[in-house]
Each structure stands twice: as C-alpha cells, then as structure tokens.
C-alpha cells in the first residue's frame, strides 16, 4: 500500500520528473566538450646488462647482473619520462614538436626486466616516427643516461613493435550522460516529495484518516470504457 502511495505521489508532479531529465539531456548534449580522436602507440623493450667476463672468478652464477639489470629496469622507466630523453626523441623523430609535448605524452611501466611505454599523440602521421625516435633514443642514447655503466654494457632490446590503435572514449565521458540522468531523476523525485508535503489539498481517502476526520461517503474515479459504458443513456 505504501508503495502504491509513493508512485501516486511521483505521478501526480511527473512532469516536474520528465522537464529535468530532458534539461539535463540537453545541456549534455549543447556544453558537454566534444571528444577530441587521439591514438596511442604502445612498445616493450627487455632491459638487461652484458655480464662481465672475468675468467676463473666465480660470478654467483650472474646473479648480481639480473640484480644490476632490475636497478637499471627502475631508473630507466623514469629515464623515459625526463626532458633530456624527450629532447633526443624530438631531435630523432623529424616532427616540429616541442619536447615538452612529448614528455607530457610519454608514459611508461615496468615489469620485472620489461619496460614498457605509452604514447599518446592527436596525430596519426606523426605518432609513428615519433614511437620510432623513442626506440632508437634507447639504443643509441643510453651512455648519455647511464654513463657509470657505459653504452656497450647495457643491453635494450625491443620485443614488441609500436602498436598504433585509437583511443576510446574515457570513462568519465561513457557516464557522464547517465549519471546527469541519474542526478536529475533522484533530484526531481525528491522534488515531487517535498511539494508533496507541503501542499494540504485533501485528494484520497487516507488523507481524513491522517486527520481523524469522519467520512461520510467517498466517490470513486471513473475510468476507462467502463464508466463511459455506465453513463451511456438507455432506451
């Protein structure tokens, strides 16, 4: 009973309901920014380090080169991210772009002695040479980055070639229109309540009861083709 009350309540005031939700609709629809196409590039590279090759010394069965190579995985993935590395890359890829735009662009992750990196560019055309100035800046560079090593003992090999794809839409923007709607629902539902609750026009039976008032009678509602059937006239 409860129940049916609640829907007769939010029913009475559903216009107020449906003006929101329409508003809301259109102002996603009229200010929401549009969605800008921009690709990604993502490339691995496997790090490692040249064993030393000393003769009749036991080495611990390389162990302190894994070691070695998991401390130069780590330096390395914030070597990717710095303006040095992005002014190399700029220089190597031949596009007129800032460096400051490719380090804002570059995003990278590690995994025990994988390094991976994320570029995210607006433009097809240029994102490709720049994915390839980034693995030869890694090859070619990387003395510049780690000089106590030296560039012929560091060992960074690409495993997985830039893979091109588009970017999606973010999550933010796949809810944004139904979390408006959402909004606008629960905030006109609630409207429906509070005017609900401060109108005292007497509309239903429980009403009086709520009010310990007599009933004398009740008239219900005609509806539908019954009650038209009901006042047809009769010969």
């Known amino acids: 009973m409860e129940l049916r009350r609640y ?21 996603h629809l009229l200010f929401a920014p549009s969605r800008t196409v921009s ?4 490339m691995r590279f496997v790090v490692g380090l040249e064993p030393e090759q000393k003769p009749h010394v036991y080495t611990y069965d390389r ?31 031949g596009v007129n772009v800032p460096p400051d735009a ?4 570059t995003a990278s992750g590690k995994l025990h002695r994988i390094l991976t990196i994320n570029i995210t560019w607006p433009h097809r055309e240029q994102l490709e040479p720049i994915s390839e100035a980034v693995a ?9 980055y780690f000089g106590q090593f030296g560039g012929a003992e560091a060992v960074i090999a690409l495993i997985d070639p830039p893979q091109i794809q588009p970017v999606g839409p973010s999550l933010r923007q796949r809810i944004d229109l139904p979390l408006r ?21 007497i509309r239903h039976r429980q009403d009086l009861e709520e009010l310990d008032l007599p009933i004398l009678g009740e008239i219900p509602k005609e509806r539908g083709l019954t009650s038209l059937w009901q006042r047809r006239p009769r010969p």
Do not use: P
Request: no cysteine; proline share 0%; aromatic share 14%.
């Open 7 to 27: 829907w007769r309540i939010v029913r009475r005031r559903m216009w107020i309901v449906i003006v929101l939700l329409v508003a809301s609709a259109l102002s």
């Open 39 to 42: 690709y990604t590039a993502g």
């Open 63 to 93: 162990y302190y080169t894994w070691m070695t190579a998991e401390y130069l995985i780590d330096d390395l993935s914030e070597v990717v991210k710095s303006q040095a590395f992005a002014q190399n890359v700029s220089a190597l890829s």
């Open 102 to 105: 490719i380090q804002g662009a």
């Open 136 to 144: 030869e800046a890694l090859n070619d560079h990387v003395d510049e």
């Open 181 to 201: 709607l959402l909004l606008a629902g629960g905030f006109g539902i609630a409207l429906t309540f509070f005017l609900d609750y401060i109108d005292d026009t």
